[in-house]
Every structure is written in C-alpha cells, then in structure tokens.
C-alpha cells in the first residue's frame, strides 16, 4: 500500500479524539527518526504504528525486548556460544558447538535473501532491542526476576543473533545415525519392517545399505552437536528452558514406546469461498511446539507507510527474537505454516591420516582439516581454549583414534538464508498468490506446508471471483547423487570419501503445491503429500507424522458445504481419535472373565472415541492404547534396540494388530494382547488415580492436564515457584488429536499460538497466545490468557484503527 493511503489512518491514530482518552506514555529514544505509536490492547497485543519502515522495526524490537527480555537473553547468549559465561563449566560442550556450527557466510548476502532491505530491517529490530536494554540497564531493579536470580544483565544483540539457527526445526542427523546403529544391530530388512517410510514404490525401498562400519557408530559422535541443540537446563531437575515439569507418571518404557515425532502435531488449511458460509476464503493454523513460560510465539502488528517501496500492514505471531510476521495476514490474505520433512543434514565418515589426525582421506587424497582456535568464558574459572574442526562437507563433531575415523556433520541449514522464519518478512507484504509463492522460495528453513487464503478484490465476491487458496512446500532440500549414478536416501551414515556427494538443492519451486483445487479445501497436518511417482524422491524425507490428524480434518471439512468461524473453532479443538475408531471395535468380539476388565470393554465399545474432559472412557481408552503400543512395542522390537529406535509408527500398531498377517506380532494372540493390555489399563488407573471408577475421569490432575512451571522455578523459593507457576488446568485430546496435546499426563507440546481467519472481514480474526504475550511474572499480561486457552477459545484480533481503538488499554509514544 502506498504513502497516500496509509497517511490517513496514521493521521487518524496520532489525532482522533479517542485516543486522547486513553493513557499516555512519552518516551524519548534515541535511535528513531521520527514518533512511533505503540497501542497496547487488552489482551496484551501491541499495534505498532511507524511512518517509515526503519522506525517500524525499530519500535518492533524495543516492544519486544519489553515483554520478553529474559527469553531474549537466553536466545542471544545461545547463539552466540556464551552460555557458559553465566552458568559454567557444564555449559562449555553446548558453547562449543554452538560456535562450531556458527554461520560464517557473507552477512550481507545473508540479510539481503530474507528481504530486499533485509540489513536495514534486521539492523534497525537490532537498534530497538539494544536500545531497550540500554534504558533497562540503568536501572537494574527494574529488570525482571530472573536477572536478579542469576545475578547477571541482558547484553546487547548484533545482526549475527538474528541469524542463529539454534532453535530451528532440523532434519534428520539424530535418526540418521541412530538408523545406521540400527542396521548394524538388526539388518536392512528388520529395520525397514518396524519403521514406517513412506512414500514407497516397491521393496527394498528406502535403501539401508551401510557403506561405514556399524560396529563403531556406538559413540558419543553427536555429542556436540546435541549440546548446542538441546534446550538449556537450570538445573539438574529441570526439564528445559520454558519446559513443563518432568512427568513421572509413566514408566521410562512406556515414555519410549510413545515418542513417536513428539514435536509434530501442527496443523492448518484453508477454505475456498466456495465452502464458507461468508463466501470469502478462510484460513486456520495451530503451529504445535513446546509449552513454554513464555511461549515460543509472540503476537504483533506492524503498520507503515512505503515511499519507493509497498508498506507494512501486517499482523499475527513470529518468535519475539525475529522481526516481522510468521503466521499471519496483511490486508490482501493470510497465511499459516506446518513442518514439511526435509532431510537437511547427512553425517559423513572419514579415514583419518594415522600420522596425521587433521588429514582425511577424500578421492585417494589426504586433506587437511580446517581449524579454528576459539575461547570460551567460564563462570568461576578460567577461560577455555577449543579447536573447531570443519572437513569439505561440514563442521567435525567427533574424533575417534582409536579407528582413525573423522566424523562430520553436513548441514544445508549452514547455506545462506537458512534462518528459521526469517524469511517470512517477504511475504508479510505478498498481495497475491502469485507474488506469496515467490516469496516462499525464499524460506529454506524449516521445511514448510505454507497455505495462503487470498480475497478477493471487490466488496462482495462474484461466481467467477471466490478468491485464492493454495498450498507450496517449502525448504532446502539437498540432491543427493552417488558416485555410481544412483541417489542415496541419507537415512544412514555414509563415507566422506567423495562417493556420497550433494548435487545442489532441489528448487522450490518443484517441491509439490497446488492452487484453488477444485475440491475447495487444503489441510496438511506435518503429514505425507509426496505421490509416490514425485521425481525428487531422495531430496525430501522419508519420515512424516501420522495421517490421522489430517484425515479427520479433511473429514469434518467435507462433512458441511459451507464453514463459518463457530465451525472452525470446534475443528480446532476436536478431541476425536481416529485410532480408537480403529482399535476399539477389535473387542466386538470379546469378552473378559474378569470384571473390572469386562466393565472397562463395555465402556469402550459405548464410547463416541472423543478424549473430552470429564469422559471416563476416554481415560480407560488412553490408559488402554498406552499399553497395546508398549505391549507392540516390547513383542516387535529386539530389546538391544530399544535406545536406538524410540518407538512404533501408529500405523504400523494399527495394521499389525488389524492385519491376519501381523507382522513381527505373528507369533503373539491378537486377543490376550488387548485383553491383557485393558486388564494392566484398570492397574494403571487404579494405581493413580484410586478405586473408585467414578473418580477415572480424564482431564484432572494426575490425568491429563496442563501445568507450566517457570524455567527458573528451582532457583526461587517455594513460594516464589508456586506464585510463578501457571494452572493446572484440565485438558482433553492427546497426540493423535486434532487438538494434540502430547502423550504425557502434563501436557508438554501443542498449539500455544493459533489463528482463525474469515478473509470477508479481518477484525473477525481470532487468537490465542497462552500463557500470556508477556514473559514478565510481574506483567499482567504473564498468564492472562492461560484461562482462555485451557478453554480452547480465543481472543479478537482486531486490524482496523477503529477496532483497536476500542480495545487500547495503554498508548505509548516513542519519540526520537
């Protein structure tokens, strides 16, 4: 949108009568170059309003770093390798390989790939952010709690934190050689029997076929690569930066047999015009991750005026340490993401040079490692020197003398532009279609489902103007060709000896998509959406999160002709297991001598297989599958495997169990497997929750629920702990839901963030952001909207100047 149009409105903001009667706060910031307008509405939700782009995300930073300083400071200090500087010694290994996989690219082309004026915007949220610690630094009673627990202050960002791919979403180096440990102990055959890939074409697909040798892949080789990758720990007891507490409610096993991809469980899609009650297209999106204290995402708007350039009209979430929006809309369309599986890491093997341990062999050559001299700061003691070790292909994360071995991690997400989300500053102001699939080829990490729902131009949609909706995959996805001329999967280990190269990357634009398709609908749930004749088969993943969730969005979509918002939000929050449709009526046909066990199968076979608060089937259902998948588990997987392959694919449990050819169950009785595991069902509740039945009620806790503990909880007195801590509050659904909220009893994982939009109208968009916009304990914005969340309902999230207007509980004017 051009100069002319936005001036209007910001003349209407900085002058309307309305806004006098809201309280003011001046504040004088060097850095802008002209006044900003920050409106804080009630649900915490900041409309910032510029009149040039440089000042927008200026003002974006310093907003943020308001309400999210210490989580910003964790960031910064994990992306820039000096966590151990305030925690110690424990913390050099994470420093180490933090600046191991540092990117040392051009910074310049870098910033530029995310945005045309990428050094600008990134440098100006920089400014914003230092210019806030700045001001908070002087007076350090007033920085938040956590500060003055750990007795330390938030430091000042550069351009290079933006840039950190700490915290992205990776694929698939961990499983990799976990596989290749696999294959050794199990064989090719056995491996592919009890894992679930997919797409496949014919036998003998993927190919497993280890070409290093397996004995010696039993080390500590990704040592440093997890260090740097894991969530920082305050204390031995705690479970992680924003974790939820440690459930200890189900045996280690049964834990391991259910972490199937915990982390997927995102979902969105998109209406034509065509299936919704407004006729205008409509979106909806629930990114899962962690349950956190804060969250991950952070809600802003972001309103300025273009010159030479489009404008900035943008609202929604993105992480609080990035500028710009990642799931959101402009004034043209909306847009939502969920992870689409690329395989963005391989884990090489070299022969190192007897004599020389910084020499690998490559092509009948020895090569000399590159090495990098660094210091890390150490709390209490002095600093530490390390060796960084970079071969061709990557950064070395192991050295074996024993075996003159080498092992390195290649990781595309080291290319330029790889930083997680940034990139969604070019589709912030994508006007189309057309134009938003351009912009997502610029989005590299992480794999992407990106759905847009576009309105139309006119005031009212026609018959032949419905709009746009469409799907495009998106991400780095590498070309993996062999020596031999044949592809390789890179689900294994492979040598470093230049038989196993890359062959460039995979343009997006030939990752699949589609547009407008004529059954009027797109869902993508993490997922498959390859056809098996996809040409590129070895460019993308072989592992995708359960199609359960999809299917019974794609059900209840095609269930009615047109959708409204009411409809949307039941979607959302849908507690329905398509695996009990699938593994209750297996009882039909039963009957137990035992009571409690008889009870519990007619109780199930009277279930609607919905997991809602309150049901006692769902508890008993629950309790049941968790020990059909332990049970499947323990009879299909070799015990010397258990460490190494964390658990069975929901499908593969459903079909050996359905199936007259079982699988690795073939030598078990189908029968007293589901009998025995509802008979242990009725141990396990009674065990937690008492014998009186009528007390098994799901949603309770002990039984599902949600409870956040603050991440620095066993720093702080009790008292403190208790005061910080948020809920418990009952919840329903688990995993497989399209409402997932995680296999654990505590509620670990799911859509902290969601978004519901009616393109017809944008001050109809609804939110959520638990458990509050604000990562202050001493902001009423900290945990307000824990309440609305737990209740899976929403707030308004309003566009337009009037709406925000009347919902304003705080103006704030940043002068320069």
Avoid at 570 to 577: K, T, V
Wanted: proline residues 7%; hydrophobic residues 35%.
């Amino acid at each position: 949108m051009r100069l002319t149009v936005l001036l209007p409105v910001l003349w209407f903001l900085f002058s309307s009568p309305v806004a006098c009667t809201q309280s003011t706060e001046k504040l004088r910031i060097p850095g802008l170059t002209q006044s900003v307008e920050i409106l804080r509405d009630r649900w915490g939700v900041a409309h910032i309003y510029a009149q040039n782009e440089h000042d927008l995300f200026f003002a974006q930073g310093y907003n943020a770093a308001s309400d999210r300083l210490f989580q910003l400071e964790i960031w910064r200090r994990q992306a820039t390798g000096t966590v151990a500087e305030l925690l110690g010694a424990k913390e050099i290994k994470r420093d180490q390989g933090t600046r191991l996989f540092r990117f040392r690219g051009n910074l310049e082309q870098e910033l530029k790939h995310y945005h045309p004026n990428g050094p600008q915007i990134v440098g100006a949220f920089v400014e914003g952010i230092n210019a806030y610690i700045r001001q908070i630094n002087q007076t350090p009673e007033k920085l938040p709690v956590e500060f003055k627990l750990l007795k330390t202050q938030p430091g000042f960002w550069t351009p290079e934190v933006v840039i950190s791919r700490h915290q992205g979403l990776l694929e698939n180096v961990r499983s990799e050689l976990d596989y290749g440990r696999l294959v050794h102990l199990l064989g090719p055959d056995k491996v592919r029997e009890l894992s679930w890939f997919h797409p496949v074409t014919k036998a003998g697909e993927p190919d497993l076929t280890l070409h290093v040798n397996g004995a010696e892949l039993f080390q500590p080789i990704l040592e440093l690569y997890e260090a740097f990758r894991l969530p920082i720990r305050f204390t031995d007891k705690d479970t992680g930066l924003g974790a939820t507490e440690e459930e200890a409610l189900l045996t280690p096993e049964i834990n391991r047999a259910l972490d199937e991809k915990p982390r997927d469980g995102s979902n969105n899609w998109v209406v034509s015009g065509q299936r919704s009650a407004s006729g205008f297209p409509m979106l909806a999106n629930d990114p899962h991750r962690a349950q956190a204290v804060p969250s991950l995402r952070y809600w802003v708007h972001l309103y300025a005026p273009g010159v030479d350039s489009p404008g900035w009209n943008v609202i929604g979430a993105g992480e609080p340490a990035l500028p710009g929006v990642s799931v959101g809309h402009n004034e043209f369309g909306a847009w939502g993401l969920t992870i689409f599986e690329t395989d963005v890491e391989d884990l090489y093997v070299y022969e190192a040079n007897p004599e020389n341990p910084n020499q690998y062999k490559y092509k009948g050559n020895w090569e000399a490692v590159r090495v990098i001299s660094d210091t890390i700061a150490v709390k209490d003691q002095k600093p530490v020197v390390v060796q960084l070790k970079y071969t061709r292909h990557g950064p070395v994360v192991f050295e074996d003398a024993k075996n003159h071995k080498l092992y390195a991690v290649r990781a595309a997400w080291l290319e330029t532009g790889c930083a997680p989300y940034l990139a969604s500053l070019r589709m912030n102001q994508s006007k189309n279609w057309n134009e938003f699939r351009q912009a997502c080829t610029y989005s590299r990490v992480p794999g992407e489902n990106m759905v847009w729902a576009g309105r139309h131009s006119g005031a009212r949609p026609s018959d032949t103007q419905k709009g746009t909706i469409g799907w495009q995959a998106t991400g780095i996805s590498p070309i993996r060709s062999a020596s031999a001329g044949k592809n390789w999967t890179g689900l294994v280990p492979v040598p470093g000896d230049g038989r196993f190269e890359w062959g460039g990357f995979l343009p997006i634009q030939q990752l699949p998509g589609k547009v407008n398709p004529p059954e009027g609908f797109v869902v993508t749930a993490n997922n498959n959406l390859i056809p098996k004749s996809f040409p590129h088969r070895d460019a993308v993943g072989w592992e995708w999160a359960s199609a359960v969730r999809a299917d019974r969005i794609t059900e209840l979509i095609r269930a009615k002709p047109k959708h409204s918002m009411a409809d949307f939000k039941i979607l959302q929050s849908d507690y329905l297991s398509m695996t009990a449709r699938k593994l209750v009526p297996l009882l039909e046909s039963l009957k137990a001598d035992d009571e409690p066990v008889e009870w519990a199968r007619q109780q199930l076979l009277n279930w609607d297989f919905k997991l809602d608060e309150g049901s006692i089937p769902a508890a008993v259902y629950v309790a049941w599958e968790t020990q059909l998948r332990w049970a499947v588990y323990e009879l299909a997987v070799p015990e010397k495997a258990w460490k190494y392959l964390p658990a069975i694919a929901t499908e593969k449990v459903v079909q050996w169990l359905r199936s007259d050819q079982p699988g690795p169950l073939k030598n078990s009785d189908r029968n007293e497997v589901l009998l025995t595991c509802l008979e242990n069902a009725i141990a396990d509740l009674t065990k937690r929750l008492g014998h009186d039945r009528t007390h098994w009620w799901y949603g309770q806790t002990g039984n599902k629920h949600s409870y956040l503990r603050h991440p620095l909880s066993n720093l702080m007195t009790s008292q403190q702990a208790s005061e910080y801590g948020i809920g418990p509050a009952p919840r329903g659904g688990y995993a497989e839901t399209v409402n997932s909220t995680g296999h654990q009893m505590n509620q670990e994982y799911g859509a902290s963030f969601r978004i519901l939009v009616d393109t017809q109208d944008w001050d109809k968009t609804l939110g959520i952001n638990s458990p509050g916009q604000s990562g202050d304990p001493a902001s009423p914005h900290y945990r307000d909207l824990f309440p609305i969340w737990a209740k899976n309902e929403y707030f308004p999230v309003y566009f337009s100047p009037e709406k925000i207007k009347s919902a304003t509980e705080k103006r704030t004017v940043l002068e320069p």
